[in-house]
């Protein structure tokens, strides 16, 4: 924890925060005054977290191990990633700040960042939340690769036409197997992506987190377990052989049992991808 007998813990209240505030309402609206955030479930928040900074602080470091292995550094490999121009026409991806966010709404991560970049061109962000941007690899990049999954997740990202074509065939009935639960159209683009963009799961069975005093100061240790999941990911068929293994019923039984534990895995740390997976994992 930082050391308040030599620096002020105030302004890593904000950072701390704005950041579990996403992750505590991802569907709010964001309201931006002259102050920054004016939403009242933000200053709630707030509150919270300075009355028990000690508490929040490592829920924070927690929550930021889990987002950057799994969200954005995978993010950063996407917007990088020349694949990308044969399956999506990304040259109209740009929106104001404002419209981006709204579009963001339901993934913490992506509002987050985007919000992060107003309140910095507007000047209200502090010291510890720009020193936090700048630490986290290509900040430019991660914008571009959230762009690039909210709006495909919104469906206002031109596909081009073999994608399109892959896409109507998960939307019409006839073409599936009728399980008690209808895989949706973003299974393909969930698999498609971390086929791609090689992220590392949380296993959050396995995760063990300690706080400790030394000497004087609390420290914190998290002892977390990562999964890369290739043994799902390359196993399942690519892009353009995804139509003809589905044509097998016997390998449409693959798609739900292989992928619903480690979405019902995801389901607990992070949405920010594709989580409309499977129906049932949202009923």
């Known amino acids: 924890m930082p050391d308040i007998?030599?620096?002020?813990i105030a302004d890593y209240y904000e950072i701390v925060s704005h950041y579990l505030f996403f992750k505590k309402y991802p569907l709010l609206p964001i309201k931006i005054d002259g102050n920054g955030i004016n939403n009242r479930e933000y200053y709630e928040v707030l509150e919270e977290v300075s009355k028990n900074f000690e508490f929040y602080y490592g829920e924070f470091l927690s929550a930021i191990l889990c987002d950057i292995p799994a969200v954005i550094i995978p993010l950063q490999r996407i917007a990088q990633n020349p694949y990308l121009?044969?399956?999506?026409?990304?040259?109209?991806i740009g929106r104001n700040d404002e419209e981006i966010i709204n579009i963001s709404s339901g993934n913490s991560v992506a509002k987050y960042f985007f919000t992060a970049r107003k309140l910095l061109q507007c000047g209200f962000l502090g010291?510890?939340?720009q020193c936090f941007l700048g630490e986290i690899g290509s900040y430019e990049g991660l914008l571009r690769g959230l762009r690039i999954s909210v709006l495909l997740g919104k469906?206002?990202?031109k596909l081009r036409e073999d994608v399109q074509r892959i896409k109507e065939y998960f939307e019409l009935d006839k073409n599936l197997y009728q399980f008690p639960d209808k895989a949706?159209?973003?299974?393909?683009?969930?698999?498609v992506l971390n086929q791609l963009?090689?992220?590392?799961?949380?296993?959050i069975l396995c995760n063990e987190r300690f706080q400790y005093i030394a000497k004087t100061n609390c420290m914190f240790t998290d002892v977390t377990i990562y999964d890369k999941c290739?043994?799902?990911y390359e196993w399942l068929p690519g892009l353009h052989q995804i139509v003809s293994s589905f044509e097998n019923t016997s390998w449409q039984y693959v798609f739900p049992f292989a992928l619903d534990g480690l979405v019902k895995m995801r389901q607990n740390y992070n949405n920010e991808f594709f989580f409309r997976v499977l129906l049932f994992q949202i009923l």
């Open 155 to 157: 469906g206002k990202i």
């Open 230 to 232: 290739r043994y799902i």
């Open 85 to 92: 121009n044969q399956l999506f026409d990304l040259t109209d």
């Open 184 to 191: 949706h159209s973003n299974l393909f683009f969930d698999i």
């Open 5 to 8: 007998t030599k620096e002020s």
């Open 197 to 203: 963009a090689y992220p590392m799961h949380n296993n």
């Open 127 to 129: 010291e510890k939340s």
